[in-house]
T-cell receptor, first 115, second 114 residues
Framework: EAQVTQNPRYLITVTGKKLTVTCSQN?????MSWYRQDPGLGLRQIYY???????DKGDVPEGYKVSRKEKRNFPLILESPSPNQTSLYFC??????????????FGSGTRLTVV | AQSVAQPEDQVNVAEGNPLTVKCTYS??????LFWYVQYPNRGLQFLLK??????LVKGSYGFEAEFNKSQTSFHLKKPSALVSDSALYFC????????????FGDGTTLTVKP
């Protein structure tokens, strides 16, 4: 089944403890992106990647890192999480950055709580 | 900077009536426009997009949207609403000079009552 898989689905962590949220797609998509969703703020783009080894900042990149060493994986790294990074995170992918004919495929989300 | 506005937090319609969810945008270049739907505790699902060509775009589940360049709008429409259409709807925009950077609206909650 064609899908974007995020892990974990739920995570509670403490301030300052490094964590990684993984994202993997099995559709050979070039484009991948990370968003956070907060009540009343919609989705805000954190980072995106047009292809392997090509990444760029979205609207809210502070406090996050990403890497794209291989096409299928696009992990989101929080080096020193803080409570204001408590949010619902989504990974998305598409064949191209215009969404291709099927648009972007989103993962099921990762609910992160930083205490 | 690009931006998207969804002026209504909530839209309520009766089943069988037409529905409209509004979206206006601002970009420097030519827009790429998208609509997504999110059901509770789920990820977003693609409904439709406008890249170029015909201003009326047809998408999934009977939804359509009309690109209006002069009014910088991309309203989502459906001729006859279903109770199962009740969900959170997001409009998103990118621009042709930097299509990787996307901006979403704050979302509109659609409630269709029987």
């Amino acid at each position: 089944e064609a899908q974007v898989t995020q892990n974990p689905r739920y995570l509670i962590t403490v301030t300052g403890k490094k964590l990684t949220v993984t994202c993997s797609q099995n559709m050979n998509h070039e484009y991948m992106s990370w968003y956070r969703q907060d009540p009343g703020l919609g989705l805000r783009q954190i980072y995106y990647s047009m292809n392997v080894e090509v990444t760029d900042k979205g609207d809210v990149p502070e406090g996050y890192k990403v890497s794209r060493k291989e096409k299928r994986n696009f992990p989101l790294i929080l080096e020193s999480p803080s409570p204001n990074q408590t949010s619902l995170y989504f990974c998305a992918s598409s064949l191209s950055n215009t969404g291709s004919s099927r648009g972007y495929t989103f993962g099921s989300g990762t609910r992160l709580t930083v205490v | 900077a690009q931006s998207v506005a969804q002026p209504e937090d909530q839209v309520n319609v009766a089943e069988g009536n037409p529905l409209t969810v509004k979206c206006t945008y601002s970009v420097s270049g030519n827009p790429y426009l998208f609509w997504y739907v999110q059901y509770p505790n789920r990820g977003l699902q693609f409904l439709l997009k406008y890249i170029t060509g015909d201003n009326l775009v047809k998408g999934s589940y009977g939804f359509e949207a009309e690109f209006n360049k002069s009014q910088t709008s991309f309203h989502l429409k459906k001729p006859s609403a279903l109770v199962s259409d009740s969900a959170l709807y997001f409009c998103a925009v990118s621009e042709n000079t930097n299509a990787g950077k996307s901006t979403f609206g704050d979302g509109t909650t659609l409630t269709v009552k029987p």
